[in-house]
């Protein structure tokens, strides 16, 4: 998002910083709730194959846990009160409805994560939010620009490709506590299946970018495509707790991709 402000002539270092500083402090808001209402609600047990969380070790209780989640809303909220100021309505709404899906995500009456939108809500909120508030509160004219939201599309399906492993490795013992992500509702294959759908479709978002922009420096993020082939390789194969270095996996191709469409929009 910010180096399409820049190709957009309206690149701020400030509202670049708060932006950032205000996704980061909603995808920490979202970890601690999911923490809390994951053990409250008995989606993490002793039989729990993924890496250790702080509630259901019992290092915090879950009190604890959702008076930090409070705290890191709060100051998630004022960040984006002053990109309210700059950006208008349109980042209120992001702002608002990010932090309250962060909580509802797994907590309330209906948890949306529980139902299976768990997907769609990382694809919206750290794909076409993110990158497209980015946009806005610096460059409005370009925030919904084709090529904008192509790069925003591609961010928010290596984004959800990391939340597909997750579930894929918690199918069993979502299932066995009516956690029903997607994962559960489709089957092992068909989920793996979804993982190379939204990593083959993040390349192929950039390669439109670059036909209809006639700039080809939007295909640099190709470098990371044996990075890509290799990591779904392993997502095929493995399962379980072997899944856990994926996760990892596929950030670090999230992370280069991002940083080498970066790179290649700006130049």
Not at 192 to 199: A, D, F
Request: aromatic share 8%; glycine share 14%.
């Amino acid at each position: 998002g910010a180096a399409l402000a820049w190709r957009g002539g309206g690149f701020d270092l400030r509202v670049t910083i708060a932006c950032l500083l205000g996704a980061l402090l909603l995808q920490v808001a979202s970890n601690f709730a999911n923490d809390a209402f994951d053990s409250l609600k008995g989606a993490d047990t002793d039989d729990r194959v993924g890496p250790a969380r702080a509630t259901q070790q019992g290092w915090v209780s879950a009190r604890q846990m959702l008076l930090a989640t409070a705290a890191v809303v709060t100051l998630a909220l004022a960040v984006g009160g002053w990109l309210v100021s700059v950006g208008g309505w349109p980042i209120a709404l992001i702002g608002v409805s990010g932090a309250i899906c962060a909580v509802a995500y797994t907590g309330g009456p209906i948890p949306l994560g529980y139902i299976g939108l768990g997907d769609v809500l990382v694809y919206l909120y750290f794909g076409l939010a993110a990158v497209v508030g980015t946009v806005w509160v610096q460059v409005p004219s370009v925030a919904l620009a084709p090529e904008t939201v192509l790069a925003a599309s591609a961010v928010g399906a290596l984004a959800t490709a990391i939340l597909v492993v997750n579930n894929l490795r918690d199918r069993h013992t979502d299932a066995a506590c009516g956690k029903r992500t997607l994962a559960v509702r489709l089957g092992s294959r068909a989920t793996r299946l979804e993982w190379s759908l939204l990593v083959g479709s993040a390349y192929g978002a950039v390669g439109l970018a670059a036909v209809l922009s006639g700039d080809y420096g939007w295909l640099l993020p190709w470098l990371t495509l044996p990075l890509a082939v290799r990591t779904g390789r392993a997502v095929w194969r493995l399962d379980g707790a072997a899944l856990n270095p994926l996760l990892g996996g596929t950030a670090r191709l999230e992370t280069l991709f991002g940083a080498l469409l970066a790179v290649g929009v700006v130049l």
